[in-house]
């Protein structure tokens, strides 16, 4: 029984392994996937994160979700879902930038789960000038996105062992400046559940902001594009300990590393308290060292809960996120617990 247990779980392990090696590898090729492409992608906005836990824990996000900011972080998440979910985030961001954003996941059969969600970004009024620096009143910039999305456990590649899921979303995105674009996109992610004795641990995948971007005047761009692959493991009870690899289509491969530390304060009221490390601004001499980190807390009261995250920007100030959440109780009895 032994040995038919690790048969099954080689080409798991082997894929997942294959998967970390050859990300930055692949990024470190191609052209794209260096800081050469810096500025060259539209939808920049399409990269701001949803759900104040998942920025806490540094982005490192891919493996761990399971509500609706899966719709984010990785449409395979979805399927975690055990009867309904929904989150509301709100974020006063840097230099009067207002960002704002709402889902809501719904179990509709025992294997499937179906999300909506919309996001919206301001940067509030601008002055506008012509080339002689005439004024020409103001405008004000905004971004909008109306997603849906699919979560689905598949049988098929599941048994007592291994639970494995695959997700998809697609997105129309609104963006004005002056003048106005619109334009599509989606993701695709899956994520597998490995059992080991009482224990298991978390392996995903997620290729985000697949399509074209924007296209103002005569000129067309790209969208955002970024893979991830990420783990996440349980060693004690009420700790999470993630890894995410992240290779952006218009920048240098980098890394995410979070923890979760779940306290029960009696049956239904628990306290989680999170940090992060994200390695993106690492090489930046402006931000410096401190952008690296993010922390947080979480309340949750039965099927409601409150999160918190904090991320410093050096000089650019400090952005602080908040999210309310539900999730209500299981009525399925198949998806992954």
Known sequence: MQGDKGMKLRPVIGAALCLFVLTPL??????????????????????????????????????????????YWNPAGLSRV???????????????????????????????????????????????TDINGNSLGSFSPHD??????????IPDLSDNNIAT????SGRWIHSTIVQSADSYGGDFGVQTRIYHGNSYYDMGITAQNIGQGPKFDAVQTVQPFQLKV?????????????MDMIAPEQNLVYGALGAEYSIPIDKTIKVALRGGINSMNM??????????????????AGD?????????????????????NFNLPSKSKNQIP
């Open 26 to 71: 692949f990024a470190a090729v191609v052209s794209d996937f260096t800081t050469n492409a810096i500025g060259t992608a539209g939808d920049q906005f399409l990269l701001e994160p949803i759900g104040a836990r998942g920025i806490a824990m540094g982005g490192a996000y891919t493996a761990v979700t399971d509500d609706a900011t899966s719709l």
């Open 82 to 128: 055990s009867d309904t979910s929904g989150s509301l985030m709100y974020t006063p961001y840097l230099a009067g930038i207002n960002y704002q954003a709402a889902e809501v996941a719904k179990r509709v059969s025992d294997t499937g789960v179906l999300a909506v969600g919309f996001r919206s970004q301001s940067y509030g009024s601008i002055s506008q």
């Open 144 to 153: 909008y996105v109306a997603e849906v999305g699919w979560g689905e456990s």
């Open 165 to 168: 899921s695959m997700g998809v």
């Open 230 to 242: 990420g783990g996440a493991m349980y060693p004690w009870k009420g700790v999470t300990l993630s």
């Open 283 to 300: 090489e930046s001499s402006d931000l410096g060292p401190v952008s690296m980190f993010s922390g947080g807390i979480g309340f949750s």
């Open 304 to 324: 409601v809960s409150f999160d918190y995250a904090f991320v410093p920007m050096a000089f650019l100030g400090n952005v602080s996120y908040l999210s309310l």
